[in-house]
Each structure stands twice: as C-alpha cells, then as structure tokens.
T-cell receptor
Framework: DAGITQSPRHKVTETGTPVTLRCHQTENHRYMYWYRQDPGHGLRLIHYSYGVKDTDKGEVSDGYSVSRSKTEDFLLTLESATSSQTSVYFC??????????????FGPGTRLTVT | AQSVTQPDIHITVSEGASLELRCNYSYGATPYLFWYVQSPGQGLQLLLKYFSGDTLVQGIKGFEAEFKRSQSSFNLRKPSVHWSDAAEYFCAVGARFGNEKLTFGTGTRLTIIP
C-alpha cells in the first residue's frame, strides 16, 4: 500500500469555524490531490498540487484553500465551514510523468461533519 | 475535457455468478482508463489500468477489463464473484496528454447474495 496518511480521520465541527485537514505521504510523489466524496456524485476534485508551492483548482474549489510547503504534506483548509461541506475527504498521490493522467493512490479518508 | 459514465448505480449478483460492470467514457483520443474498488469505510484501491497495447487487461482479485474503442467502453468483468467482492466500484478516465487529473464516474455499488 502507498504510504499515505490523513489526519484527523473523523472530525465534527460547527458552522463558521475553520478546519484544516492534513495529508502526508512517504512516497515522494510529485502530485497530490484533494477530493470530496458524496452520495450520487462519486469523487470530485477540490484542489491539486504539482509541486511544492504549486497548486491549482479543481471542479469544486469554492470555500476551500490548500497549501503545500513540503513535498510530503498537502493541507486542505475550510476557512469557514458550512453544512454543505459535510463529506468524506480523500487525499491521493500520483507520480505523473507529465504525459497525462496516471494512476492515483488514495489515503484512508477523513469524515467531516459540520453541524 | 474527459468524462465518464457508469450507468448502473446498484447491481446485485449471486455468489459464484459472473459479473460485468459498465463504464463509458468521452474523450477525443484514447484515454488512460482505470477501475478502483472501495470497501465500506475505506479508501479507493486500484484494481487495474489501461494505458496502451492489449485491450484486455488483468487486474488484482481476479478482475479483468476490456477496452473497446468503437464503443468508448471499459467494462469490468469477473467470472465468479465472491462475497468479499461486495463494494463500490469506480471507473476513471485520464487524459493522455498534459492534463494530470482523473475524472471519476459516480460509482456502482455491488451487492452479493448467497
């Protein structure tokens, strides 16, 4: 299994509070991704990173920000959590070669509930 | 941009029966194609992938998938399912050039009955 950990694994927070989720990898892969998974929607990309300090938006980036100060860590921040951000969040990594979308390896997920 | 459709939301099969899960994609050229499996409360695990070459690809856990360009499909098959195959299955498509992202289908939930 790819060395990917996510923390926390479960979190309950109140509307309006900031939340940061952490993804840590030990594979030294260049690309890291944050997805959210909701029933009926599959996985939707929030943000991704193609290197330290290099990030870009996915299809559902509103209300989320990310940072990557080290190769191994990719942080997802909800600046002011809303109930619509209740979801399961997955981090993924990929050693893409610059020639297209290669396979990604996923972490165990973080279940976030916003009350 | 690429897209992928999994037309079956939920499939139920008997243990020991054969299985086929459907996946159709939209992309202007031959894409990279993947199948993932997710057990309850777990992350996604890569079952198999197609990049090029032989259109019938073998994966882990006895699964295989066949790329059919003429039908824009990449269906997942298994000749005989086991109760442990009950899970959710996701098809994903990746662009062959430039775009380092994958697009996932909405998933097919597989139930196995004894």
């Amino acid at each position: 299994d790819a060395g990917i950990t996510q923390s926390p694994r479960h979190k309950v927070t109140e509307t309006g509070t900031p939340v940061t989720l952490r993804c840590h990898q030990t594979e030294n892969h260049r690309y890291m991704y944050w997805y959210r998974q909701d029933p009926g929607h599959g996985l939707r990309l929030i943000h991704y990173s193609y290197g330290v300090k290099d990030t870009d938006k996915g299809e559902v980036s509103d209300g989320y920000s990310v940072s990557r100060s080290k190769t191994e860590d990719f942080l997802l921040t909800l600046e002011s959590a809303t109930s619509s951000q209740t979801s399961v969040y997955f981090c993924a990594i990929s050693e893409s070669t610059g020639t297209g979308g290669r396979e990604q390896y996923f972490g165990p997920g973080t279940r976030l509930t916003v009350t | 941009a690429q897209s992928v459709t999994q037309p079956d939301i939920h499939i139920t099969v008997s243990e020991g029966a054969s299985l086929e899960l459907r996946c159709n994609y939209s992309y202007g050229a031959t894409p990279y194609l993947f199948w993932y499996v997710q057990s309850p409360g777990q992350g996604l695990q890569l079952l198999l992938k197609y990049f090029s070459g032989d259109t019938l690809v073998q994966g882990i856990k006895g699964f295989e998938a066949e790329f059919k360009r003429s039908q824009s499909s990449f269906n997942l098959r298994k000749p005989s399912v086991h109760w442990s195959d009950a899970a959710e299955y996701f098809c994903a498509v990746g662009a062959r050039f430039g775009n380092e992202k994958l697009t996932f289908g909405t998933g097919t939930r597989l139930t196995i009955i004894p």
